[in-house]
């Protein structure tokens, strides 16, 4: 019998670490919209008041590094959203993205489940395949080829061993997210195309374009996130599931950017192609979690451009470096006394 996917979450509690980033200031008000209890545990390296004030929500400042029993406490559900969030930024801070992105996980997913979680989301990336020119399945053996992925895919092996019938683990691979949040990440790109376009009235694309690419708006992304927690555990438990709402090539990006956005400002908006082709193309197929958790992307590409479009118009500056996510960790590193987030309990802790 199919399962309610619309049902509320009704009393479950929701630990959601690194909730206050790009996709977590988006699934944290969906999660409170369904009905959850949520507490974020976060750095707060994009800043404090990016969360809505909200009587089922509270946060604390702490580093997913550091965390004990103590913090997992009360809760059914573990979403684990903390990490160095790609693949520049990982090459930057190799040893950091391994602490965070894969023992750090681990490790709190062993205190979660020592503490009574009964779930544990990890919120991992299609990155895990390498360049495939096959049409990609879960059951594509994972070919991780930069340090971002292979913290991922490690953390993914790992943290299913863990799954046992009291402590059920899920692994999202999302594709490339894109769309507002109230984290914004410019470094995404439909959302560096769409700010590009606005801005300098012109879009690079690398090579002839021809390189395909798996996309979700961030808030399908969410969505995904809430139908595998909200799923019966016997369906998701060790699963691992695609999350892509289309696979299209950078070129097809940059044209419907190009298109909308010249319409938007009536004036041309140009296509530039740069450099050598771009040989790593890869598609990936999302057909799992559509026919086991009945999840349906619901946001189109062009929807994402024009909220986009919507926001630049009112104000939105994506050329800010907190909204590029290594030109922000270099920052905090290199003037880490500007920047209160960058102490924690009177230290200096690094990204
Ligand atoms: N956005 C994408 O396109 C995408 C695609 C695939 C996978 N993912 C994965 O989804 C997750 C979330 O991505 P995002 O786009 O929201 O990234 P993000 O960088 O916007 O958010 C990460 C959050 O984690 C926090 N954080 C970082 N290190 C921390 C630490 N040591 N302790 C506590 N908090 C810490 C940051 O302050 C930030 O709020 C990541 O695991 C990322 O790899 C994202």
Redesign the pocket.
């Given at each position: 019998m199919p399962y309610d996917n619309a049902a509320p979450l009704l009393k479950q509690r929701v630990l959601v670490?690194?909730g206050?980033?790009?996709?977590?200031s988006t699934l944290v008000p969906m999660l409170l919209d369904n009905g959850a209890r949520v507490h974020v545990?976060?750095?707060?390296?994009?800043g404090e008041n990016i969360l809505p004030a909200h009587p089922r929500l509270t946060h604390a400042r702490?580093?997913?590094?550091l965390l004990t029993t103590a913090e997992m406490q009360g809760f059914d559900t573990l979403i684990d959203?903390?990490?160095?969030?790609n693949d520049p930024a990982a090459d930057r801070f190799s040893e950091l993205t391994r602490a965070?992105?894969y023992t750090?996980r681990v490790r709190n997913a062993e205190l979660a489940k020592a503490a009574g979680i009964q779930r544990y989301l990890l919120?991992?990336?299609?990155s895990v395949y390498g360049f495939n020119p096959l049409p990609i399945t879960e059951l594509t053996p994972v070919n991780p080829l930069t340090t971002y992925a292979r913290a991922?895919a490690e953390a993914e092996y790992d943290l299913m061993q863990l799954s046992t019938r009291h402590f059920h683990v899920t692994a999202l691979r999302?594709?490339?997210?894109f769309g507002h949040s109230p984290?914004m990440?410019a470094d995404?790109v439909v959302n560096a195309m769409t700010w590009s376009a606005c801005r300098h009235r012109q879009v690079s694309v690398s090579g002839s374009g021809q390189q395909s690419r798996p996309l979700v708006h961030v808030r399908d992304a969410a969505a995904a996130a809430i139908a595998a927690i909200q799923a019966p555990a016997v369906l998701v438990s060790g699963g691992i599931y695609n999350v892509a709402a289309e696979n299209i090539t950078i070129g097809e990006v940059a044209a419907q950017v190009c298109r909308h956005v010249s319409q938007a400002l009536g004036e041309p908006v140009k296509e530039n192609f740069e450099g050598q082709n771009d040989a790593r193309s890869y598609r990936v197929s999302s057909d799992l979690i559509t026919s086991t958790l009945q999840w349906h992307p619901r946001h189109s590409i062009e929807q994402g451009i024009n909220e986009l479009l919507d926001r630049i118009s009112a104000g939105l500056d994506l050329e800010q470096p907190r909204h590029h996510?290594l030109r922000w960790y270099e920052e905090l590193h290199r003037n880490p006394h500007h920047h209160p987030q960058v102490r924690l309990n009177g230290k200096m802790l690094h990204?």
């Open positions: 670490l690194g206050a980033g790009y996709i977590g545990i976060d750095r707060f390296f994009f702490n580093d997913s590094r959203l903390a990490a160095i969030s965070i992105n750090a919120s991992s990336s299609c991922n999302l594709g490339t997210v984290r990440r995404l996510t990204v």
